[in-house]
């Protein structure tokens, strides 16, 4: 017990990371050009614009989201899923592409905050929607090998975010109480998911992101700092306006 018999507030053992929209700005000038570059491969018409793409991300993980989009513009339930997934397959080799040729960019602030999470002994996990088969490269390419004790992405977990899958899964392997995590997400699809785990959530919002409803998240920035803003939530310590591990800790110890 603490001083004065208040509870201890539990410890911070570990955070759990999305990759799209969080750790890396990858959505409008990364995915969005791999698309519309299988759209042209494929001899297809379609372009998603920014404003489109935006409005499509509503349907996480890049086949469904094809696959619902092929539905609206005609295609059968047959023809749709057959060419989602070959669209898909081809979107998947021209991001990895773009991730090799260091056209994916991490958020200002991001490497800072893992290395100093590592530093003070918090594990660190991924759990994403998107597709191992770049998740791994561009994680190894911006944080080296091991930075995240373990990774989960959508080609494991068929039940995708807004589910928790990802996260229970995460929850699952590590056998870490969920009180002693935190989630850092960018969208209200993965801040519903971490909240159905039973996570704290940390919402780093972006442009395709910061007009959405974070009702339930723990805190809400507009970026990694230094100079970020809190959009959301009590009163929280952003020391020289960056997310430090205090912030973290802070966060879990208030919500968990
Ligand atoms: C975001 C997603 C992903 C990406 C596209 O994932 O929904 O589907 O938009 O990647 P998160 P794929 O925010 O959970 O990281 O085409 O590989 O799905
Ligand atoms: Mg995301």
């Known amino acids: 017990m603490g001083a004065g018999n208040a509870p201890t507030p539990p410890q911070l053992l570990g955070v759990v990371f999305d990759v799209d929209g969080t750790l890396v700005d990858s959505e409008r000038d ?4 791999a698309f519309n570059r299988a759209f042209e491969e494929a001899g297809l018409s379609y372009r998603w614009d920014v404003e489109t793409y935006g409005e499509l991300l509503r349907t996480t993980g890049g086949k ?6 092929l539905l609206e513009h005609g295609h059968d339930e047959d023809e749709a ?4 997934l070959k669209l898909h397959e081809t979107k998947t080799a021209a991001f990895r592409d773009m991730v090799d040729d260091g056209l994916v960019p991490l958020r200002p602030g991001a490497a800072r905050l893992v290395a100093e999470l590592r530093s003070e002994g918090v594990r660190t996990f991924v759990a994403t929607t998107g597709t191992r088969a770049w998740v791994e490269p561009l994680l190894r390419r911006h944080f080296g090998a091991d930075a995240f004790e373990l990774v989960v992405t959508g080609t494991e977990v068929t039940r995708l975010k807004p589910d928790p899958a990802a996260y229970t ?3 699952g392997e590590t056998g870490l109480d969920p009180r002693h995590v935190v989630a850092v ?5 993965g801040l519903l998911a971490a909240r159905a785990a039973g996570l704290a959530c940390l919402v780093v919002a972006n ?3 910061s007009d959405q409803d ?3 998240a723990a805190l809400v920035v507009d970026g990694f700092g230094p100079g970020a803003r809190q959009l959301a939530g009590p009163r929280a310590s952003l020391p020289d306006g960056s997310v430090a591990v205090e912030t973290l800790r802070a966060l879990n110890a208030r919500w968990a």
């Open 169 to 171: 899964a995460v929850l």
């Open 214 to 216: 974070f009702t339930g």
């Open 81 to 84: 899923a057959d060419l989602a």
């Open 30 to 33: 990364g995915h969005r050009v």
């Open 207 to 209: 442009d395709y992101t």
């Open 64 to 69: 469904r989201r094809l696959e619902a989009f």
């Open 185 to 189: 997400e960018d969208s209200r699809n």
